[in-house]
């Protein structure tokens, strides 16, 4: 379970919403698995990892069209289960529909992405993510 910071970010996390809604995220794999030189992150979102070489150098910047604009939650990327939205490198309002969850702490990540959420539940399933892993499906639940 991700525990989204809707409060905190509130455009990010509409969006994901809006994605996880129509089924945007089922059947989608794990295309960036970044172990080395330690735990790091994992992460998902490409439209187009369903089926793509997951070497293909395009799906780390794929994404629907749409932008979000940074959004500073006041969350640091200080922690494993920490969820942030992925961007293009030295764009942090080019977010979109990718995302991470780390490993780790980077807080050198931080006031680069925006962090919409945390693992509450299931972190021991994210550590065993290997690259190529499909997303079955994704489910909302409110309250």
């Known amino acids: ?16 919403i809006e994605l996880a809604k129509t089924g945007f ?20 979102g490409a439209p187009s990892s369903r089926d793509k070489d997951l070497d293909d150098k395009d799906l780390v910047t794929e994404g629907t069209g749409k932008k979000i604009p940074y959004e500073a939650s006041g969350v640091s990327n200080d922690a494993e289960g920490i ?14 529909c990718q995302f991470y969850i ?22 021991d399933v994210v550590k065993k993510v290997e690259k190529g892993d499909r ?9």
């Open 102 to 123: 780390l490993l780790g702490p980077a807080k050198f990540l931080d006031g680069n992405y925006t962090v919409f959420g945390k693992v509450v539940s299931g972190m």
């Open 83 to 96: 969820v942030g939205l992925s961007a293009e490198t030295n764009n942090r309002d080019s977010g979109d």
């Open 135 to 143: 997303v079955v499906s994704v489910t909302i639940v409110q309250g």
């Open 25 to 44: 995220y089922d059947g989608q794999r794990f295309h960036r698995v970044l172990r080395s030189p330690r735990p790091y992150l994992v992460q998902m």
């Open 1 to 16: 379970f991700i525990r989204l910071f809707t409060k905190e970010a509130p455009r990010t996390t509409s969006r994901i």
